[in-house]
């Protein structure tokens, strides 16, 4: 059982600059952070993988802006979030596996067990 807890979401202006934590209750194989947008599928952002300590997945729509930090001694993962988009706005969720799951299906939300309640991001012009 893992207890997962964001912050650091908030308002922020297009370009601008938020950074989300994710806290784990124990260090689990893999984290990552997915988001939702109201009437929209929850997508995968960013993901890192404890086993392979220098794996690290961010999606195609957030890569040169994002990037995702771990640091294990914390159960801590962080996403640095630059020029912010219209299109970020969602509530972001950090998510980790029952169990060690491959690579390859970092981005999928079927294979993720425990989630956070979510920390909301909204930018705006």
């Known amino acids: 059982q893992i207890q997962l807890l964001e912050s650091g979401g908030g308002s922020v202006q297009v370009g601008g600059t938020l950074t989300l934590s994710c806290v784990a209750s124990?260090?689990?194989?893999?984290m990552a952070w997915f988001r939702q947008a109201p009437g929209k599928e929850r997508e995968a952002v960013a993901a890192?993988?404890?086993?392979?300590?220098?794996?690290?997945f961010l999606a195609d729509s957030v890569k040169g802006r994002f990037t995702v930090n771990q640091d294990a001694a914390k159960n801590t993962l962080t996403l640095e979030m630059n020029n912010l988009k219209l299109e970020d706005s969602a509530m972001y969720y950090c998510?980790?596996?029952?169990?060690?799951?491959?690579?390859?299906?970092?981005?999928?939300?079927?294979?993720?067990?425990?989630w956070g309640q979510g920390t909301q991001v909204t930018v705006s012009s």
């Open positions: 998510a980790a596996p029952v169990s060690e799951i491959i690579t390859g299906w970092w981005s999928r939300a079927d294979k993720y067990r425990y």
């Open positions: 124990t260090l689990p194989s893999t």
């Open positions: 890192a993988f404890y086993r392979d300590y220098s794996t690290y």
